[in-house]
């Protein structure tokens, strides 16, 4: 099936500092993945839309020059937490989509990157 | 936007245990799939299920698209089902997929 890995899986960086995350397809390619953002015992909130080749579609109250994302090839996408705050700590999860025959998207999720800014 | 209900908030069962998780959306969709995040925060995929009934073992899942809901049965629970589950729905004509609140259970042994 569908594998989607994510690196690191977490990470401690100091307040200022810009945090990478990885996300990639492993066995299949990916022209779009999504990255969310979950906060302790909340929902996974979807941050934004990576597309591979063009630029990013954030959601509404999601900061683009704070979260970079990089979707430059068919298997790997990456988001950027620039100048890294405390409040920036959560856990972020990436996903991919396979279609699936009737032409729907099914998700398929990284391990997520637990992200901690000091 | 679609909103994405899912009841209950919070379960806790006996080991043994059977239990129903619901989820109803406010508008039509292309595709639904239900999620187990366990305690590590890892999201496994238990179904993908926009129409009709499917099962995994102890795990099925139904959804009537036309009625906007879907449920999760668990039967036989077991301490390690804990954790949250999660329904997700793509919206119809779109491309997102929008998670509802959760529901939070824990099987005690």
Known sequence: ?118 | GIQVEQSPPDLILQEGANSTLRCNFSDSVNNLQWFHQNPWGQLINLFYIPSGTKQNGRLSATTVATERYSLLYISSSQTTDSGVYFCAVGITGGFKTIFGAGTRLFVKA
């Not at chain 1, 954030?58 to 950027?80: M, P, R």
């Open chain 1, 1 to 118: 099936g569908a594998v989607v890995s994510q690196h690191p899986s977490w990470v401690i960086c100091k307040s200022g500092t810009s945090v990478k995350i990885e996300c990639r397809s492993l066995d299949f390619q990916a022209t779009t993945m999504f990255w969310y953002r979950q906060f302790p015992k909340q929902s996974l909130m979807l941050m934004a839309t990576s597309n591979e080749g063009s630029k990013a579609t954030y959601e509404q109250g999601v900061e683009k020059d704070k979260f970079l994302i990089n979707h430059a090839s068919l298997t790997l996408s990456t988001l950027t937490v620039t100048s890294a705050h405390p409040e920036d700590s959560s856990f972020y999860i990436c996903s991919a989509s396979a279609s699936a025959s009737s032409g729907a998207n099914v998700l398929t999720f990284g391990a997520g990157s637990r992200l901690t800014v000091l």
